[in-house]
Structures are given as C-alpha cells and as structure tokens.
C-alpha cells in the first residue's frame, strides 16, 4: 500500500512539472507574439521584431530561472529580481501596446511613442544581465573548486600527520644518533610524535618570550 502511494506521488509530482513547463511554454509563445508585433513596427521588420521579443522573453525566463539556482545556492539575488522586474514590465508594456493597437483605443498614441525607448533600453540592460549571470557564476564555481582543494589538502595534511605521530620508534643509527633531529636546538628524537612534543615546547617558550 505504501509503495503504490509513493509511486502515486512521483507520478503527481512528475505529471505536475509536465503541466508547469507546458503553461510556461504557452505563455512565452503568447507574449513572443505580442513583444514581436509591438518592437517590429519599430525597425520595420518582422524577423527583427520576433528576434527582441525572443531576448526579451526568454531572457526574462533566464533571470527567473538563475534567481532559482541561486536560491539552492543560498548566494545572493537580489539584482537579479530588479532585473526580474524590470523586464516582467517591459513585457507588459509590450503586450498592452498591442492590446491597444487591437481595439483601436486612442491611447495607444501615446503608448507607442514610447516603443523606441523601450526598445533602445531592454536589449543592453538584458545583455549586462546575463552577462552577470555568467560571471558570477563562472566566478562562485571557481571559489567552490578553490575551496574543495583546499579542503582535501588539509585533509591530507591531517592525515599525513596523524601517520607520522602514529609512527612507532626508530633505533638509533650506528653512531648512537637518533633519527629524528630537532633544527632549532639540535635535540634527537626517536619518533615523529616525540619530535612534535618538543618542537611544541619550542613553540611556547617563543609564546613566553613574546609576552615578556
């Protein structure tokens, strides 16, 4: 009974994320329409209009989706939500000129004098936003790296360490010298873990003449 359950809930959740892409797809395909129609009575072109209505829709989904990715993260993304809504009313901008156009309202004069500024304004902030996107995440996945290998070479020093204080006790060598020579005072150890003790006690004479 359990197993049918969960298999059940994997199903909802997997048919649930279908239905979510599936709405997202649609209304991009609605507004793509739109943006194209509005931005390509500026340059004269229908191609040129479908293409900004590409970046500009797309776009905003790019930002919506890095907000999300930086979320899990647990980095920063507030920039990227002004962005989020800077975009979200250009879209809108774009849909309510068209929507006006459609009904032949007299307002949308004064709507579509405006189209050139908009378009003049989205594509470059829309290219510094991703090119943020891309930076920064270039750059927090070579901290990450950076960090990971400093993490493991810790960890083999730690290692490396705890080997050598583990190590058992040499015999002297056939002058009678011990193997493990102390560089500051000259003193012979006959393990690792001897010559730690000591150099500790060298360590915190140096503490105590600091001090004084």
Not at 61 to 71: C, D, H, V, Y
Not at 89 to 116: C, E, H, K, M, T
Not at 134 to 139: A, F, L, R
Request: proline share 3%; glycine share 6%; with cysteine.
């Amino acid at each position: 009974m359990a197993k049918s359950e969960t298999s059940l809930g994997k199903f909802v959740d997997a048919a649930g994320k279908v239905l979510l892409w599936l709405a997202l797809l649609l209304a991009l395909a609605g507004s793509l329409y739109h943006v194209a129609a509005t931005f390509a009575s500026v340059d004269g072109g229908q191609r040129l209009g479908w293409l900004q209505a590409v970046a500009i829709d797309v776009g905003l989904f790019a930002l919506a989706f890095a907000i999300t990715q930086r979320k899990r993260a647990k980095r920063p993304a507030k920039l990227l939500w002004l962005g989020v809504v800077v975009f979200s009313v250009i879209s809108i901008y774009a849909n309510l000129a068209y929507a006006l156009q459609s009904v032949g309202d007299p307002f949308y004069a004064r709507v579509a004098a405006l189209r050139p500024y908009v378009l003049a304004a989205a594509l470059p902030i829309l290219v510094l936003y991703l090119a943020e996107i891309v930076g920064d995440d270039t750059s927090h996945a070579i901290k990450q790296a950076e960090r990971a290998k400093r993490a493991a070479e810790r960890e083999e020093l730690a290692k490396s360490q705890q080997e050598s204080e583990t190590e058992p006790a040499k015999s002297d060598d056939a002058n009678g010298h011990k193997p493990f020579l102390c560089e500051i005072c000259g003193y012979e150890a006959g393990s690792q873990q001897a010559l730690n003790a000591h150099m500790r006690a060298h360590s915190q004479q140096r503490a105590e003449i600091s001090e004084n």
